[in-house]
Structures are given as structure tokens and as C-alpha cells.
């Protein structure tokens, strides 16, 4: 059983950076491909970002491209994602997920292929 803890959010003025990190155990962290979530008041859940486990493939959804950066330390079994010029419409609950994957470069884009959840970190982005 994997758990996953989020730390890193805040409130931040717009244009401003956060770095949110995810702390993993448990579980084979190693072996599973971690994303980034985030959900706004009154929307579904969306993907933001993902990584595979040898962290050599990673997706990013197209509003965050070139502003959003995910990685991972498997030593320390813990997911970034560095968040830079955050603008209002950032405003959300992150969240990070685990995935089970049997290769390497594989990454997982639904929300359902996630097996493991955080409990959210908030994000404010004032304007």
C-alpha cells in the first residue's frame, strides 16, 4: 500500500513560483509512474503533469507547458513539480498519484489508472 503525502502549497501572487513535492512509502516507489492533479471548486479532477518510473517520459497538459515542471528523486521516493509564472486560473487542490506500470516509459494519462492518492495540497494564485 503506497502512501503519498503533498507539501508546498500556498498562496502565491500571480506570476509567482511554488514548488509542491510529494513523499512516497510504503510501496515500490521506483516502479510506479507518479502525476499531478488538481481540482478546482465546481470542476473534475485534471491531469496537470506526469512522469514515468524511469523518469524518462513525462506529459504535461497544455496549460502548464513551459511553466510547470515535474520530476522525481526514486532515492528519495518523492515527486516535484515546480510551478513557475502561476497564474489565478492555477488555483486548485493538487494532488499526486501513484500508478502501477510494468515498463519503463510508460505514463498514465486517466485519472482511473491512478491506484494510490494524496490527500491534496491547496494552491491559491492571487491576482
Known amino acids: 500500500q503506497e502512501q503519498l503525502v503533498e507539501f508546498g502549497g500556498g498562496l502565491v501572487q500571480a506570476g509567482g513560483s511554488l514548488r509542491l513535492s510529494c513523499a512516497a512509502s510504503?510501496?515500490?516507489?521506483?516502479?510506479?509512474?507518479m502525476g499531478w492533479f488538481r481540482q478546482a471548486p465546481g470542476k473534475e479532477r485534471e491531469l496537470v503533469a506526469t512522469?514515468?518510473?524511469?523518469?524518462?517520459?513525462?506529459y504535461y497538459t497544455d496549460s502548464v507547458k513551459g511553466r510547470f515542471t515535474i520530476s522525481r528523486d526514486n532515492a528519495k521516493n518523492t515527486v516535484y513539480l515546480e510551478m513557475s509564472n502561476l497564474k489565478p486560473e492555477d488555483t486548485a487542490v493538487y494532488y499526486c498519484?501513484?500508478?502501477?506500470?510494468?515498463?519503463?516509459?510508460?505514463?498514465?494519462?486517466?485519472?482511473?489508472?491512478?491506484?494510490?492518492w494524496g490527500q491534496g495540497t491547496q494552491v491559491t494564485v492571487s491576482s
Open positions: 498519484a501513484a500508478a502501477k506500470t510494468v515498463v519503463a516509459g510508460a505514463i498514465v494519462l486517466k485519472v482511473s489508472g491512478y491506484d494510490y
Open positions: 510504503g510501496g515500490t516507489f521506483s516502479r510506479y509512474g
Open positions: 512522469i514515468s518510473w524511469s523518469g524518462g517520459s513525462t
